[in-house]
């Protein structure tokens, strides 16, 4: 009887490193399907560089919601471009909105198109571009125009949380923040 019983251990403990083993290899799989460098910018505000097609499914499983493409389509070779991640996300059950901000100064027309993205998106929300600057710095502008959207201090530490920087955006910042209304920074 005492051969049998651990002949059964033996076989239990078999079956559980192979079971462990395999576990784990599909979890470093999936994890490394994940975009490197994503970061929060908020609760419900997470910031990443460039995404690939094969990369939509982890983010569905990790739970988002909207997946909103910063980067002009035709920057690079091999970038997916936005209709085909916008069949990838919407084919895995997600929103998905298009917000292209150029090098450079980002125009008035993305940071109002990114707030009414923002606005009418569930999240939790993933911002990309080709290495999240243009997504963090956007997002930080945006922060700055809304009401109840945070002072400079409490923005430009988003974005550092974010892994990019906008000090050199602080005179911007509080310009918009200043341009609230009274009853806007109440809300």
């Known amino acids: 009887m005492s051969a049998l019983s651990n002949g059964r251990i033996f076989g239990i403990a078999v ?3 192979i079971t462990l083993v395999v576990s784990s ?3 470093d799989r999936w994890q490394q399907r994940l ?3 994503a970061e929060r910018l908020s609760e419900t505000v997470t910031v990443s560089g460039q995404l690939q097609l094969d990369q939509v499914a982890a983010l569905k499983a ?3 919601a909207t997946i909103i493409d910063l980067r002009p389509d035709g920057e690079a070779h091999g970038q ?3 209709a085909a991640m916008e069949s990838a996300v919407q084919r895995s059950g997600m929103r998905f909105a298009y917000v292209p901000v150029p090098h450079g ?3 008035d027309s993305a940071i109002g198109a990114l707030d009414r993205a923002l606005a009418t998106s569930p999240a939790p929300v993933l911002l990309y571009c080709r290495s999240g600057r243009r997504a963090a710095r956007t997002w930080g502008l ?3 125009s809304r009401p ?3 002072d400079a201090d409490q923005i430009i530490a988003a974005v550092k949380a974010g892994g990019q920087s906008a000090q050199d955006l602080r005179a911007e910042l509080a310009r918009r923040i200043a341009l609230r209304t009274p009853a806007e920074a109440r809300q």
């Open 80 to 82: 997916p471009t936005a």
């Open 148 to 150: 109840g959207g945070g």
């Open 25 to 27: 290899a599909a979890y």
């Open 142 to 144: 945006v922060q700055a």
């Open 62 to 64: 990790r739970g988002y």
């Open 15 to 17: 079956v559980a490193g």
């Open 105 to 107: 100064d980002i125009p």
């Open 35 to 37: 975009p490197a460098g």
